[in-house]
């Protein structure tokens, strides 16, 4: 199984984003700078295909500076992209599909019609179903690693997408940007929504292993507890 990392950036008051979605971006510089370090680390970056369409992210390397550090460490110039959509709904005008430089692989389900997922492969997207109605995230993490040689897999949200890989017991590490703002608004989004845990016992548990303040912003490392670690 790749090692699975989380990056997010979030208000005071845990939102990743507005009520209405209109402001989803909104550390700083160095958060930014952040996102890229990390990315540099990754074979793949996944995101949902909601989150790629509001923030028009082409999932790239951050530029020859993060290119230059990726190959370095052994890694492709690019990461891979994976987008991950239900029912293989992803708008074909979104930029991701503009840049063509590294493979974009869709996970979704049998939900999805045939026409979404041969428009999909007419844009040089891979897809792999991964599941009947909902993604089976174990087997397509492991599909991952087998097919495109995946060791560390990179999630930059949404909430849903985090959610269902914490309920999945997949997630290894947690780096949360704590920014000093607050958006309020019960429908505003958070680091993981979606279907969530009904009982303290299921909930994931995490060690603090890293704090550091820059500028007004927290940036922290959580990663799961060793005695919740199991193997995959």
Sequence with gaps: MPFVLINMAMTADGKIATANRAVHSFGSPRDLEHLYEIRATADAVMCGARTVAISQTILGNGGEKFRRRRVRHGLAA????????????????????QKRFPPIVVLTTRR???????ALRALGAGVKICGAREINFPAALRWLRKKWNVKRLLCEGGGELNDALFRA?????????VCPKVFGGRRAP?????????????AARLELEYARRIGDELFLVLRRQRKQ????
């Design 190 to 202: 958070t680091i993981a929504d979606g279907v969530g845990v009904g009982k303290l016992a299921a």
């Design 229 to 232: 670690q199991v193997k995959r």
């Design 169 to 177: 017991g997949l997630v290894d590490e947690l780096h949360l940007t």
């Design 78 to 97: 690019f990461p891979l992209r994976v987008v991950v959509s239900g029912r293989g709904a992803i708008d074909p005008a979104t930029k991701l599909f």
């Design 112 to 118: 999805a019609p045939p026409k979404n997922l041969a």
